[in-house]
């Protein structure tokens, strides 16, 4: 088994779980940089909102897990804030961050579009790295299964949970979200395939649909009426960025303000 801590001096340790955040973290800001120059969207500016929008993102995610499992840090209060163990949920995070975005956008006097655009497929690839946090901490499994034979024996071993192996959610998820990088990074180059918002909308329905089936295949996540909490939260996803994609091509009025101002 993977010990969760990478590196230990002392009293102070660096977990696996943050090294793999912070990775995803700094290569998506690299490439967000880079795409950002065709957009007119500066490197100052893309640091000034990292700063800010990733403490919060943080926080976001921590205070979502923390409010549908609060039966449990009700009675565990001093567990809250111990974000090493896991226990982020991406969601929250999405959500604060988005949040962000708009204000700081108003702020900077800068469309919130052309920002989602730049940002949507490096997401996704933050998304594919921070899941092997996941790994390390054994999060984000399905159910006990027979075998993983499929698989290098060190990810098997760490899949050994609870006395079975369990069905790896988290790397399904994070090749999930690296094709979507993949195919959004190619066609963002094609400007005449995906007009302004349409990357956005894409990452809407690629996530909203991949979460929504592999989240499904989960033991470890949250319930809400039924479905997983994050399953309802795809749904509302994939909908939204269908929705606003059938409406963005059929309605001329919005892509003209959309492309022109």
């Known amino acids: 088994m993977?010990?969760?801590?990478?590196?230990?001096?002392?009293?102070?340790?660096?977990?696996?779980?943050?090294?793999?955040?912070?990775?995803?973290?700094?290569?998506?800001?690299?490439?967000?940089?880079?795409?950002?120059?065709k957009k007119g969207i500066t490197s100052d500016d893309i640091l000034d909102f990292i700063?800010?929008?990733?403490?919060?993102?943080i926080l976001g995610a921590r205070l979502y897990y923390v409010i549908f499992q609060w039966p449990y840090y009700a009675q565990h209060p001093s567990e809250i804030f111990a974000i090493w163990n896991g226990g982020l949920a991406i969601y929250g995070g999405l959500l604060t961050g988005l949040a962000y975005l708009f204000w700081f956008c108003y702020q900077r006097f800068i469309k919130p579009l052309n920002f989602l655009d730049i940002i949507a497929p490096n997401v996704m690839l933050a998304q594919a790295i921070g899941r092997w946090g996941n790994f390390v901490n054994q999060e984000a499994y399905g159910?006990?299964?027979?075998?993983?034979?499929?698989?290098?024996?060190?990810?098997?071993?760490?899949?050994?949970?609870?006395?079975?192996?369990?069905?790896?959610?988290?790397?399904?998820?994070?090749?999930?979200n690296l094709l979507g990088f993949a195919l959004l990074s190619i066609l963002i180059r094609r400007p005449k395939l995906l007009k302004v918002g349409e990357p956005t909308f894409f990452y809407l329905i690629w996530y909203g649909l991949g979460r929504f089936i592999i989240e499904g295949m989960r033991t470890d996540s949250l319930m809400l009426a039924g479905l997983r909490v994050s399953q309802w939260l795809s749904i509302i996803l994939f909908c939204i960025g269908l929705g606003l994609w059938i409406y963005r091509r059929k309605n001329q009025a919005i892509n003209f303000y959309l492309e022109k101002t």
């Not at 990478?6 to 967000?32: D, N, S």
């Not at 700063?51 to 993102?57: I, K, R, S």
């Open 51 to 57: 700063l800010v929008a990733f403490p919060l993102a």
């Open 143 to 176: 159910k006990a299964i027979n075998n993983l034979d499929y698989l290098p024996r060190w990810m098997q071993e760490q899949m050994y949970i609870d006395g079975s192996y369990r069905v790896p959610t988290f790397l399904y998820e994070s090749l999930w």
């Open 2 to 37: 993977i010990d969760p801590i990478a590196i230990q001096v002392g009293p102070f340790a660096i977990h696996w779980y943050a090294i793999f955040i912070v990775t995803g973290l700094i290569l998506a800001v690299y490439l967000t940089i880079n795409e950002g120059k």
